[in-house]
């Protein structure tokens, strides 16, 4: 019952826009908040992690539909979504007993998929971003590497960060 329920919330969303007449970066908006309140409780009644993915996945919605709502250029979009992985990653590192136990993979691991997927994502829009905002998103890029690298010196991450670091200086 209670995943027919959250498994029907993103087309809560597609129905403020339809039929409620909201504008859809508001329904975005607003069905984003809802789902990281209920997705959250529902992980931490339920004690389920695969639903702690879903609610970082309701995480990076807020973070692009935020920007979405702002009107803010598509650059923003991938910033926010790398800052928001770099603040999860933070958090999963400095203050990981403030995280519920299902919530810790969930939230370490989002720094590790969305920053390389929002870098391959920009490649596909190139046509619409300018040098310098690839400059900004390999730039915060750069730096999440480089904090990888500084927490576990492999050679993955430092080559990633090396590489990261000549083309944002390129």
């Known amino acids: 019952f209670v995943g027919t329920g959250l498994a029907i919330l993103p087309f809560a969303g597609l129905a403020l826009t339809i039929l409620a007449d909201v504008p859809g970066q508001t329904a975005w908006f607003i069905t984003s908040i809802i789902g990281i309140v209920a997705y959250g409780t529902a992980t931490i009644l339920l004690r389920q992690a695969v639903i702690a993915y879903l609610t970082m996945a309701f995480v990076l919605s807020l973070a692009t539909a935020s920007t979405a709502m702002l009107q803010l250029p598509l650059v923003w979009g991938f910033v926010a979504v790398m800052v928001v992985a770099l603040l999860a990653h933070f958090i999963a590192v400095l203050w990981p007993k403030v995280l519920p136990e299902q919530f810790k993979a969930p939230v370490e691991q989002t720094g590790q998929y969305v920053t390389p997927l ?3 994502a920009s490649l596909f829009v190139f046509t619409q971003l300018s040098l310098a905002e ?10 999440q590497y480089i904090i990888f690298w500084a927490q576990q010196r492999t050679y993955v991450n430092e080559t990633i960060a090396r590489i990261l670091i000549i083309v944002t200086l390129s």
């Open 118 to 120: 929002a870098l391959i």
């Open 134 to 143: 690839y400059t900004l998103i390999f730039a915060i890029a750069s730096l």
